[in-house]
């Protein structure tokens, strides 16, 4: 008895261990790639944040210049994280995000998407200052509250004699 319970506690350790070496492996190399804010305009900066990548490395995309992965301070994790700012020429679309840690690379496609600004234009505006209409449209409305404002008066005025 005793010996089937010991060979019983062996087999669920040694699944146990066979389970958990590609997952120790796999904290050898770099992995889930991930991007905040996965949208983001021209001139805005994206921190990526890699596990698998415990010494740090590097980034590159074409929407940004080469970027530096610090290892994160914390005991627990195997992790690097850095920020990137995007160029202020960058067009529309998603981009790619390459990672580069002791040698080992791993690419994420589409990690996010920069956006364009709006299309604006002089909202009709032709002009600085004041035109000569807008000056004729103000001094009328000035012109019309002097004369109610007089005509309320006297209307007042009137009353309080009768």
């Known amino acids: 008895m005793r010996t089937t319970r010991a060979l019983a506690v062996s087999a669920v350790a040694f699944a ?19 991007v905040m804010p996965s949208v ?14 415990p010494n740090g490395g590097t980034m590159t995309s074409t929407a940004f210049p080469q970027a530096n992965l610090s290892p994160v301070n914390n005991s627990n994790t195997q992790m690097s994280k850095g920020t990137a700012t995007i160029n202020s020429s960058a067009t529309p679309g998603s981009y790619d995000i390459t990672v580069n840690c002791s040698g080992k690379t791993l690419t994420k496609p589409q990690a996010f998407t920069v956006i364009g600004g709006v299309r604006g234009g002089l909202g009709g505006s032709s002009s600085i200052g004041a035109t000569p209409a807008d000056m004729a449209i103000g001094g009328g409305l000035v012109g019309l509250a002097l004369i109610g404002s007089g005509v309320f008066w006297m209307r007042r005025r009137s009353e309080s004699k009768i």
């Open 16 to 34: 146990a261990v066979g389970l958990a070496a590609p997952t120790a492996a796999a904290w050898d190399n770099p992995s889930n790639i991930v």
């Open 40 to 53: 983001i305009a021209r001139g805005g900066q994206v921190t990526v944040t890699v596990d698998g990548c």
